[in-house]
């Protein structure tokens, strides 16, 4: 796929589809129900979050550079389609297991945590 530019007539590549991106998005989909909804994301300079929710409400995640390679590589797998986070989203969302650890990294195994400092605690 090739955009043109207006002024000099020149091709430009489109964005580079990230091979092991789309297929662990493939992967995903087959994994959990054959279809999901992608929220892409952007996150600052770390690129575009491309948020996996699947048909058995199984959430998943790739980061890829930029916006254009985030919607092109929703766009390459079949059954996925971009979604916000609205309720028909959020309402099927179930987390793995463990899946708030892995996201709550290091604070997750913590047992004793400083006093709060705004005196509620």
Known sequence: MTVETQDSGAAAPAAALPSHI???VRKFVAEHGDSATAVIQPVGYAGVRITLVGADGVL???VVADLATANAVVAAVDNV???EW?????SIVTPRVGHWRKMAGWVA?????????NGLG
Do not use: C, I, L
Request: aromatic share 4%; proline share 4%; no cysteine.
């Open 81 to 83: 389609t971009v979604g």
């Open 60 to 62: 998943g995640d790739e």
């Open 86 to 90: 609205e309720r028909s989203v959020t």
């Open 22 to 24: 789309v297929a662990s």
């Open 109 to 117: 195994g913590q047992t004793r945590f400083p006093k709060a400092r």
